[in-house]
């Protein structure tokens, strides 16, 4: 039962990496920390489905010299480039939510002239806006 555990070390990391970036999320009260809590938490998932796409002693999903003939292609001797795929999609994503969200704070911080969390709500409350 350890060596199992053991040999699936990659999903561990991908766990304690979701974990930091979770706790980054909730537990912190500055913006920008919260930020990087979300990157790191996106990256952990990014990690674990591509780790799931890669298969030990598959090739390339690249059929040549099957053009004419019937034979049976054999399924299992490929890799599924469908998690990969969408990983690229989520990058991209990842990418521009960061953008959007690091001109935001920019946006806060020259409103409130600050970026913690409790003292937003602190003067929204104040001033009622």
């Known amino acids: 039962m350890l060596d199992y555990v053991i040999s699936k ?9 979701m974990m930091i ?14 930020l990087i809590g979300m ?3 996106q990256s ?14 598959a090739t390339v999903p690249i059929l040549s010299g099957h053009g004419h003939g019937h034979e049976a292609i054999e ?8 998690p990969h795929v ?4 989520a990058i991209v ?15 806060i911080y020259r409103k409130y002239n600050t970026l913690e969390e409790d003292e937003i709500l602190k003067i929204r409350k104040e001033t009622g806006a």
């Open 44 to 57: 952990a998932i990014i990690l674990f489905y591509v780790s799931i796409g890669v298969k030990a002693g």
């Open 93 to 107: 994503v990842s990418i521009a939510t960061t953008g959007i969200a690091l001109a935001s704070l920019i946006l």
């Open 86 to 89: 969408l990983m690229l999609t």
């Open 9 to 17: 070390y990659n999903f561990w990391i991908y766990i304690i990496l």
């Open 39 to 41: 990157n790191i938490f």
């Open 75 to 82: 399924v299992a001797n490929y890799i599924n480039p469908l």
């Open 21 to 34: 970036g979770l706790y980054a999320m909730i537990g912190k009260k500055n913006l920008v920390k919260k």
